[in-house]
C-alpha cells in the first residue's frame, strides 16, 4: 500500500475554544441518531460540542450519504455558513447523546473581537477540518478502497483512539454503512474488507468498536 505523510492532528484548541465561549449562549440536549441541523439554510449562529458526536454529511435526490466528518467536544459547526453568509451545505447529525452550545452570530463575532487569541483558535479548528477533507480527497483520487477504508481508520485511531494492550481502540460506534459513506463504498463491499483486514491482523473487532492492532 502506498502511503505519505503520516497523518497527524493538534486538537489544542479545543479546551480554549470551550472556555472562550463557556459563558455565551444556550444549552441544547440531543438525543442520539438524530438531526441537528437539516442543511440548505441561512444560519445566523454556531454551536459549539459541550459532549458527544455528530456527522456531518451530503446527500443526494436518491438519498445516498457521504460523510465528510465526525466533530467531538470543542469542536464549532456551523462557522462557515455564518462567516459566508451563505447557505449550510451539510447535514448535521448526533452519533450519540449530544450537548452544544448555540451562540449567536453577535456574540460569535463580539467574542472574537475581544479576545484576538480566539479567533487563532477557531482558525486552527478550520484549518484542522480542513486538513481532514484534504487527506480524503488525497485517497478518494489516489486509492483502492480497500486503501481508502485502511487510511480512514488510521485517521479515526488519531481522531478518537484510545490507546489499549493490543492497540488503538477508535471510541466509535460505527455502523458499516456511515463507514461506506465516508470512503464512497458500499455497505457490503465495507463489510467484506473488515473481514479481510481482521484476518490480516490489521484490526480486531470488539463489539461495535474497531481496533488497530499494534502490529498493524
Not at 7 to 35: D, H, M, P, W
Request: with cysteine; proline share 1%; charged share 30%.
Amino acid at each position: 500500500m502506498n502511503d505519505y505523510r503520516p497523518y497527524c492532528i493538534n486538537y489544542q484548541y479545543r479546551e480554549k475554544l470551550l472556555k472562550a465561549f463557556s459563558l455565551s449562549g444556550t444549552r441544547l440536549s440531543f438525543s442520539a441518531r438524530v438531526l441537528v441541523e437539516s442543511g440548505y439554510r441561512k444560519l445566523n449562529y454556531v454551536c459549539i460540542i459541550l459532549s458527544g458526536r455528530v456527522k456531518q454529511y451530503f446527500i443526494d435526490p436518491e438519498g445516498a450519504k457521504r460523510t465528510i466528518l465526525i466533530l467531538s467536544r470543542g469542536d464549532i459547526f456551523g462557522e462557515i455558513t455564518l462567516l459566508q453568509d451563505d447557505f449550510d451545505w451539510v447535514l448535521t447529525e448526533t452519533l450519540e447523546s449530544t450537548e452544544v452550545l448555540r451562540i449567536d452570530g453577535e456574540t460569535f463575532f463580539t467574542v472574537l473581537k475581544t479576545d484576538p487569541d480566539v479567533g487563532k483558535e477557531l482558525l486552527r479548528m478550520v484549518s484542522t477540518k480542513f486538513r481532514i477533507l484534504m487527506a480524503e480527497i488525497h485517497d478518494m483520487t489516489f486509492y483502492s478502497t480497500r486503501e481508502r477504508l485502511a487510511e480512514l481508520l488510521k485517521r479515526l485511531s488519531k481522531q478518537h483512539g484510545i490507546r489499549t494492550e493490543q492497540g488503538v481502540e477508535i471510541n466509535l460506534k460505527l455502523t458499516h454503512e456511515e463507514i461506506a459513506a465516508m470512503i464512497g463504498s458500499s455497505r457490503a463491499t465495507v463489510t467484506r474488507m473488515l473481514e479481510d483486514l481482521e484476518q490480516e491482523g490489521f484490526i480486531k473487532r470488539r463489539g461495535k468498536h474497531l481496533i488497530l492492532l499494534t502490529s498493524s
